[in-house]
């Protein structure tokens, strides 16, 4: 009798055991990883040369069989990269600078990241970017465009005291008489060979050096900005500077910064409601616009 008992006892242990390791077997995990968060967004520009990329996932994480397929390249050469797991962080940085005012792209392939269990992020993950422009720039003189520098597009800054004074115009002989245009304010231009330009004041940039135009204090003040690179494209709010002047705006299809570049102008009273796409500019006077709030 006693030994029956004790054979029922481990028949009942048995089968308890059992359905237990079935109910954590039903419960593992099978949730692969997912982003949460990245340091670099997709088609970020302006980004320092020595650039860290930080990636946080939703649970520890762990090398996959493509960790080693994790590349940054330009023009589809690889960049040599270090990589650092610590935890939910992946940390990605490149083992020299990288060019100034560059292409480059980041790809973490599927099955590069997995978490303790084995699961492996079933999404890849891609983000292109742009690194910042090497600061140069040119003497505030008379340039024959074609002769003493390239047709193309400049970025003209204004000087400590927050002014310039350029000009675009047809003839060297009579310059006043031929002015294309000209303008008293920083600005993109883009001038065509044969013409003339001529900066006063402020310093003047070929687009491949100029500096990317940053907010101050969260704003965008008065100013000239090129979209999808000074500022993303997308809906903007802008907003009046109550003063003795008038407040003003344009959206512009080239920086020419001449009638037939404008495609929309307007007073701004209060508050105007704009939406701007790559390639335009935004351009306004006496008003401001908020910088997105990052993620």
């Not at 994480?61 to 330009?74: A, P, Q, Y």
């Not at 990317?212 to 979209?227: H, R, S």
């Not at 351009?283 to 997105?292: E, G, L, N, Q, S």
């Amino acid at each position: 009798m006693f030994k029956k008992s004790i054979a029922v006892l481990c028949a009942l242990s048995l089968v308890m055991s059992q359905g237990i390791l079935l109910n954590v077997s039903a419960k593992a995990d099978k949730t692969a990883p997912t982003v949460k968060s990245s340091s670099l967004k997709n088609n970020a520009a302006g980004v320092v040369t020595k650039v860290k990329i930080v990636i946080k996932y939703s649970e520890n994480i762990f090398k996959g069989k493509n960790f080693t397929k994790i590349k940054l390249t330009r023009s589809s050469k690889a960049v040599k990269l270090k990589l650092v797991i610590s935890k939910t962080t992946l940390s990605i940085t490149p083992s020299a600078p990288l060019s100034y005012y560059t292409n480059y792209v980041l790809v973490i392939p599927t099955s590069a990241i997995k978490d303790k269990a084995g699961n492996v992020i079933k999404k890849s993950t891609t983000i292109k970017f742009k690194t910042k422009a090497k600061i140069t720039s040119l003497p505030g003189k008379t340039y024959k465009v074609g002769k003493d520098i390239p047709a193309g597009e400049y970025l003209i800054t204004e000087d400590e005291f927050g002014f310039t004074d350029w000009h675009v115009f047809s003839n060297p002989v009579a310059p006043l008489n031929t002015i294309i245009t000209s303008g008293f304010k920083q600005t993109y231009i883009t001038v065509d060979a044969g013409t003339y330009l001529n900066v006063q004041m402020g310093t003047l940039y070929p687009i491949a050096t100029a500096p990317i135009l940053e907010p101050i204090d969260g704003k965008y003040l008065a100013g000239y900005y090129k979209v999808g690179r000074d500022i993303p494209a997308g809906e903007y709010d802008i907003i009046e500077v109550e003063g003795p002047d008038i407040s003003m705006f344009e959206i512009c299809k080239d920086s020419y910064c001449q009638f037939e570049s404008i495609v929309d102008i307007d007073v701004v009273i209060g508050t105007q409601h704009v939406t701007v796409t790559d390639g335009q500019y935004l351009h306004f006077v006496d008003a401001y616009i908020a910088a997105a709030v990052p993620d």
